[in-house]
């Protein structure tokens, strides 16, 4: 089960039409497996479900609201995740030695 529901996400969003559901479900996987890889975790920590709940609300924001890579002169990044994002998971990342 997603850590995010799509109604939640839309709300978010202020999304009140149908037409995108199928592109913001696929948002929503994404945040959740990005988080998780980012992390280097398989599954929210017990205790932290809220964390990565908004986390999770926020990438949802970012990738819907800037749907492709950034341009910059001629040349094109991807975004990164936001200071909030890392914030919120930061704590949870596991370092390797």
């Known amino acids: 089960m997603p850590i995010v529901s799509l109604q939640q996400a ?3 969003l ?19 497996t990005g988080l998780l890889q980012y992390c280097r975790i398989d599954a929210v920590p ?3 479900e809220a964390v990565f709940q908004a986390a ?14 950034v341009q910059t002169g001629g040349t094109s990044t ?5 200071p909030n994002v890392l914030w919120l998971v930061g704590p949870h990342r596991m370092l390797r030695v």
Do not use: M, N, Q, W
């Open 78 to 82: 991807p975004i990164a995740l936001t």
């Open 46 to 48: 017990s205790g932290a």
């Open 10 to 12: 839309k709300d978010h």
């Open 56 to 69: 999770a609300l926020l990438v949802v924001g970012d990738l819907y609201g800037y749907r492709e890579t």
């Open 14 to 32: 202020c999304v009140d039409f149908d037409d995108d559901d199928d592109l913001i479900a696929l948002y929503i996987a994404a945040a959740e």
